[in-house]
């Protein structure tokens, strides 16, 4: 039998793969065995601007939803629940697309001054 | 047809943590379409370009069902091999459930290298849907030109320079190829009207035997536009009448969509950075020669369904 | 039950994969492999395989459809020549990265250009560091038998990877041969059912295949590679064992022919090692000390068992029928002086380019090259590492 452990990535003590795995580690052929774990790994940190949702705006048609290439727009039975901000690349796409300006656009820079300050006075 | 309320329950097959551009239109194309295969089995092929080396980086795969990858040229050839196996084992009662095969590919998968290895697929009739998925040009490699590349755009290798403004040659007409090797399904459509690519995925699925869907699919960095007017830009595409949105069903082309009024070509031009060059002064004509090949494929395209001719406005 | 027949190399590979009873086949005719194609599409018309058979528009999209189904579960074959193998390259290369346990038979040809039809081993060198197993085969008798032993080698868990089944066009596979074939039900117990790991058609456990590596993970793939190559040299004389069980017919990595006590010995594959064989039984009768090694095996090179059957031979001879031009001979030259390098035995290892195109290797051919041997042998020097033999100078 050679080394290679091809049981790896079906076995329930399996461990998240990682860089500093060896070649006996690493799943047979770079196979992925977990379909849409690309959800942990986390784009949001691209996003220059951060879609708002205007809560008393929208009217849930779920265009937005429809329209996001990241999937990241969360909805709950049929309804418009969150954004996944871990995803969110905020490509602006969402608030562009709503027929009623639900969505606004933030600068991401703008938000963390304001959260800086708001930290500040408390 | 299904409310966007409903479709929006329906498990999400291509999750988030892929490595798109923000914005990138392949995200929302996909999406749309294997949201219309419903709650099936779905095996998805996918050949080498932006979608696939931006989905599947290992460890991480933004597919939530089965996958396969193996080149660029025979993405075609590689899901009729999925599907033969289907076939095969199924007869031989080896698997018991149904499976859905999708292969998606960009125009240079599929205009070009892909072509033969697409028709051939196509030819021999196995039941599999394929989506180009058409940015017009290579944009994995840095902004190609493709024979889906509109004539006058400008690419890094059709630069729009003193001499030469931009692609020499008009788009290759794939979606009317594809409908010439009289396959069950053949049509193209445009993400402006989500109902319309959902109806085509679905019945795409849904088909006996092969099916081609063409998406216009912009890319932001290739087109140079403002990213999130993608979906008015698409639907300049279609309005401007250089994107039309048809079917071919068991050989009948039906026009989908007839713009109200002539709308002309300069409204899909103008927002993009790649046909910046065409407003200059003297490079007039090439607009003129694209809109005449618009006009006339447009014209040949009404027959085909039809429809009553319309002359473009003098 | 053995049945003694009388077939051509062709037809007795395509009853071996009639009788293999794959789930997929996906092929595109090409001189001098088209028998196959043509016999087995006749197995499928008749209704005598389950095989779902994939008429492709290339040889490309013939590998391509054989990824595709071996992925999904299958048991998927293909099968090629020349400028077929050459335009499957891509493929061929994927399909071992992939690990996918893909049994094509190649009936070798001569590649292009210019065009040529006939026999010579530069299709199969073209793909020998493509990561796919290659036997050889000397005869019709062989190819059927290595067709069989490659289903189990190429599905061996330590192994899975394609496996090549290379036998001479036109001399091999187009000439009539009395062989032995097993019956049906010895060969489908002796393949058993293919049962993957990993399936694309598991929808219990979708799988996402063909990733995209980076420089943080590719470079362990590959070296799981190398592990499978390895472990199949070992997977290859176990398998053989069992053959030998149900046939009677010996497989190893390597055929020694009066090897034992040899000093001279000429290295060779496929059919010309029949020839070669012929003119040592003639030599020997002359009292020359002579043998032929016919490695069965080429990748991975069994270089252990190349050095353990030539460790006692004084001078060799590599017979090439491809050229690398690099000037440094033919392919199989390289590996085995490198293979010979390190037993510090002084043995002379001199190489000869023959049959390119499809010339004949004569027994005269083989005699000039004992007596090369003999004579460095005697002078105790080489001197010309490269040579050409049956051509016009």
Redesign the interface.
Known sequence: MTPFNRNFGQGGTRKAISPDMNWRELTKAGNIYEPGNSASYETGDWRTIRPVWNKDRCIHCLICWRYCPDASIISTDGKFDSFDYKHCKGCGICAKVCPVHAIDMFSEDEIDRQEEASKNEK | MATLKELAKVEERFVGGHRLCAGCGHGISVRMVLNAAEDANVVVGCATGCLEVASTIYPYTAWNCSFIHSAFENAGATISGVEAAYKSLKKQGKIDKDFKFVAFGGDGGTYDIGFQSLSGAMERGHNIVYVCLDNEAYMNTGIQRSSATPMGADTTTSPAGKVVPGKQQPRKDLTAIMAAHNIPYAAQTAISNWQDVHRKAKKAFDVEGPAFINILSPCPRGWRYNTPDIVELVKKAVETRFWPMYEVENGKWKLNYKPKKYVPIEEFLKPQGRFRHLFAPGNEHVIKAIQKEVDERWLALLERCGETPELPPK | MKNKVAITGNEAVAQAMKQINP??V?AYPITPQTEVVQIFSSFVSNGQV???F?????E???M???????????R?MTATSSQGLALMF??VY?AS???LPIVFPVVNRALSGPINIHCDHSDAMGVKDAGVIQLFSENAQEAYDNMIQAVRIAEH??V?LPVSVNFDGFITSHALDVLEVLDDETVKNFVGQYQP??Y????Q??????????Y??Y???K??QV??M??AKKVIEEVGKEYEAISGRKYGLVDAYRLDDAEMAVVVLNSAAGSAKGVVDELREKGLKVGVLKPRVFRPFPFEAVQDALKKVKAVAVLDRAETFSTLGGPMFADVRTALYDLKNDIKVINYVYGLGGRDLRLEDVEKVFDDLANIVKSGRADKFVNYLGLRE
């Open positions: 789930d997929v996906a389950d095989t779902e994939v008429t492709v528009e290339s490309h999209s013939a391509s459809a054989a990824i595709g189904a071996s992925a999904a579960g299958a998927a891509e493929m994927i990265s992939l690990r868990p330590d899975l790991e990993e694309l058609l598991d929808a456990n979708p799988v996402s295949m063909g990733n995209f590596d980076m943080d993970f470079f362990e793939h070296r799981q592990a499978a390895e472990a």
